[in-house]
């Protein structure tokens, strides 16, 4: 079996005699060649960080958003190509509108997650278009989960399968992956672009499924996984990007925002300060031996 494209990789709609998509792998690449992008999942919200790599020192600081806003509740951090991701977010917003034209409420994050996966999927069908040049990581708050559910119009039964939790709320933090081939998973912790090894390792340290990390520190920990995840790529300056959103009586009343500057600020110092310490952990480890 062939392990290289030697002319299956010329149609998007065309596979290999091994069953490979080719046109899909090369767009996987093109994320491996990107800036980090991090998702964390935390007990009271989600927050959202890139590293944003200065390629030209003519561009305006702050300018050029990567993370942005689907609808209030959701927010979209992208890696790879920069117009394919515009793009997407494009559609994220289409479908985000529909879904309020219909239901006359936000879109829930799971069902953003499930009609852009869907679309990112129809491109790697047809030898027309191609698939997207980026992985896309979803984040919201579920506003819905501090609405009681007694009383409410087809609230399904109280007990049995699909019945009512105890507390009667539903909802909550959700973070999903949607990948070039169109799968996505729900994730505790995700991480895509170059540093996405080292970002990973980082997020696994964190026991996110515990279900114990605050929003506040989730921002820390971001900016401290994004510095890391750098360190590989040291030549080049970057400007860390982040966003969060939180339950209804957190920071930000359950909307996607930029982190306040004092707080990214701060963030950032810790970062510095935590990577500072492990250079000289590492040299003090050498000088022993």
Known sequence: MTSIG???????????????NFQVEYATKAVENGGTAIGIRCKDGV???LEKLITSKLLKP??????????RNIGVVSSGLLPDGRHFV????????????TYKAPIPT????????????????????????VTAIIGGWDSEAELPVDGEVGSGPSVGAGGKKEDGK??????????PSGSYWGYYGAATGKGRQAAKSELE???LSAGELSLYDGVKEAARIIHVAHDDNKDKEFE????????????TKGRHEEVPKELLEEAERLAKKALEGDDEDEEEEKMEE
């Open 6 to 20: 030697t002319g299956y990789d010329l149609s998007n709609s065309v596979f290999s005699p091994d069953g490979r």
């Open 240 to 251: 860390l990007e982040m966003t969060w959103v939180s339950s209804l009586d957190g920071p």
């Open 170 to 179: 539903r909802g909550g933090p959700f973070l999903y992956m949607i990948e």
């Open 47 to 49: 927050v959202l960080a």
């Open 62 to 71: 702050g300018a050029n958003k990567r993370i942005s806003t689907v609808d």
């Open 90 to 101: 494009s559609r994220a917003r289409d479908e985000a509108a529909s879904w309020r034209s």
């Open 205 to 207: 340290k964190l026991n």
């Open 110 to 133: 799971t069902a953003l997650a499930n009609r852009m996966g869907s679309y990112v999927q129809a491109y790697t069908l047809y030898s027309s278009v191609r698939p997207f040049g």
